[in-house]
C-alpha cells in the first residue's frame, strides 16, 4: 500500500473542478486508489502505508488520447497537403514499411513510450493493415504498462495495391487479433476495429465490423466528414445512403462503442443518428487546422449532447501531447467564435481538461475505472510540477489557474512522472 502525498487535482464534469491542495492517494498492490481525499483523513485511514511525498509536485488524472495512428508518429509535420492527397504522398508509403513487424515493434517503443512522456496513460491507436505489427503494439503496450485500445486499420477497396485486403483475410484477421488481446491484463488492453473510412471500405466489410464489435464488445474506430472532398468522394461511392454517417449506419457500425474522429461538417440529421447511437466524436483540433480540414464547432456539438473527446491524430496532428491538443480545442474555439462573431462561449482550459479525461473515459464506458481520481479508480495518474510553466514558478494559484498554464504553456519538462494502475511507467530523468 502506497500512499501519494500532492495536490490533487481532477474534473468531475465540464463545470465542476475538484482539487484539494494537501491531498493523498492511497493506492494498493491491485493499482486501485483505496482512497483519495485530504492528507490527514487519508493517513489516518492505513497508518503504516509507505508515504511518498511528492509534494510541491501535483498529480492529475492521466490524459486519454481518443485518435492517433501509431505508425504515421514519424511522418509528422509534413506540410502543404489536404487529407487524400497527403495521404497518398506521405502516409501510405509510412504505413507500407509496416509489413517489417522488427520495424514496427521498434516504432511502437518510441510511440508508447512518447505518450507516457507527456502524461497520456490511455490511446485509442491505429495500427497498420498488417497483422504482424498490430500484434507488436500490442506486445509493446504490454510490456511498456500503458492503457490502451489498438486495431489493425481495415482497406478493402481503393486503397493502394500494397495496402489492399480481401475482405475475408481483413476481417479474420482481425477477429484473431481480437480472440488474443481485447480484455487482456484485466482490461488494460482492448481492441478497437479500425476500418479506415468509407471510401476504402466495402459494405461487406463495413457489415463484418458492425457484427464483430456486436459479438465481441470491441470498439469500432474510424473517420467521418473530415474533408470535403473526401465528403463528396462518399457521396459518389454510396449514392444509396444519405448521408456520409448514413453510410456507417446503415452498414451497423455505429453503436455506443463507436468512435468517429473528426466529424466537422455534419448536418443535423447526421448529428442525430449519432447522439442516437450514443457513438463519440472524437474532436482533433490540431489535426484540422495542419491539412486544412475545418474547425468542428465543438460548443455547439457539446450543446446538442453529443459525447466529444479529444484526439492528437497524429500525424495528421503534429505532436502527441494531449496538453497540446487540450490548448488546440481552446484556441480554434476562440479564433472560430472571433471569425464568425458567434454568441457562443469559447470553450474553457478547464472543459478541454474534462473532454481529455473524464469524458472520454466516459465514452469508452470505463468512467468506473479511469478519467478521475476518485475512490475506486484505477490508479492512472501524472505528477505534473507547475513551476516548470510559471514565469513566477509559483508552488500554488488557483486550481484553474495552474491548469490554464499547464495547458497553455505546456512544456514537456513538467511532467515527472506517469503511472498506469499504480505502476509507474515513465519517470523524468531515468
Ligand atoms: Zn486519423
Not at 397 to 425: E, H, N, W
Request: hydrophobic share 45%.
Amino acid at each position: 500500500m502506497i500512499l501519494y502525498r500532492a495536490h490533487l487535482l481532477w474534473s468531475n464534469s465540464l463545470t465542476e473542478l475538484r482539487d484539494i491542495e494537501d491531498g493523498a492517494l492511497l493506492v494498493d498492490e491491485a493499482g486501485r486508489i483505496l482512497a483519495s481525499g485530504l492528507f490527514e483523513e487519508v493517513a489516518a485511514q492505513c497508518p503504516r502505508a509507505e508515504i511518498q511525498d511528492l509534494r510541491p509536485h501535483w498529480i492529475l488524472p492521466g490524459l486519454i488520447d481518443l485518435h492517433v495512428h501509431l505508425p504515421q508518429y514519424e511522418s509528422v509535420a509534413m506540410d502543404g497537403l489536404e487529407l487524400l492527397p497527403w495521404l497518398k504522398t506521405h502516409i501510405f508509403p509510412a504505413e507500407a514499411r509496416f509489413a517489417d513487424a522488427s520495424l514496427a515493434k521498434a516504432a511502437a517503443q518510441r510511440f508508447f513510450g512518447d505518450l507516457l512522456s507527456l502524461g497520456t496513460t490511455m490511446a485509442v491507436v491505429y495500427s497498420t493493415i498488417h497483422q504482424g505489427a498490430t500484434d507488436a503494439a500490442f506486445i509493446e503496450a504490454e510490456r511498456c504498462g500503458i492503457r490502451a485500445a489498438i486495431g489493425k486499420v481495415m482497406m478493402d477497396q481503393n486503397a493502394p495495391d500494397v495496402l489492399s485486403e480481401h475482405t475475408e483475410t481483413s476481417l479474420q484477421q482481425s477477429g484473431e487479433l481480437i480472440q488474443q488481446w481485447h480484455g487482456k491484463d484485466a482490461g488494460r488492453l482492448l481492441y478497437a476495429l479500425a476500418p479506415r473510412f468509407a471510401p476504402m471500405c466495402t459494405p461487406a466489410l463495413m457489415r463484418g465490423v458492425g457484427s464483430l464489435s456486436e459479438k465481441t464488445g470491441a470498439y469500432i474506430q474510424t473517420h467521418l466528414a473530415e474533408n470535403l472532398d473526401e465528403i463528396a468522394w462518399v457521396g459518389k461511392l454510396f449514392p444509396e445512403c444519405a448521408n456520409y454517417t448514413d453510410v456507417y449506419r446503415q452498414h451497423g457500425m455505429l453503436n455506443h462503442r463507436t468512435l468517429l474522429g473528426h466529424g466537422i461538417h455534419l448536418d443535423a440529421s447526421e448529428r442525430a443518428m449519432i447522439r442516437a447511437a450514443g457513438a463519440t466524436i472524437v474532436h482533433c483540433p490540431s489535426s484540422n487546422a495542419f491539412l486544412e480540414s475545418g474547425v468542428m464547432p465543438l460548443r455547439r456539438w457539446m450543446e446538442e449532447g453529443i459525447s466529444v473527446g479529444l484526439g492528437t491524430d497524429v500525424a495528421g496532428g503534429p505532436t502527441l501531447s494531449m496538453w497540446n491538443e487540450m490548448a488546440m480545442a481552446c484556441t480554434v474555439s476562440k479564433i472560430r467564435s472571433t471569425l464568425l462573431k458567434e454568441t457562443r462561449a469559447t470553450v474553457k482550459p478547464t472543459e478541454a481538461f474534462h473532454l481529455a479525461t473524464r469524458a472520454a473515459a466516459l465514452s469508452l464506458g470505463l468512467s468506473d475505472r479511469i478519467g478521475s481520481l476518485d475512490n475506486g479508480m484505477d490508479a492512472d495518474f501524472v505528477v505534473v510540477d507547475p513551476r516548470r510553466v510559471d514565469p513566477a514558478e509559483r508552488n500554488e494559484d488557483a486550481a484553474d489557474r495552474v491548469l490554464s498554464r499547464l495547458i497553455y504553456r505546456a512544456d514537456p519538462r513538467m511532467v515527472k512522472a506517469t503511472f498506469v494502475r499504480g505502476k509507474q511507467c515513465f519517470a523524468q530523468g531515468s
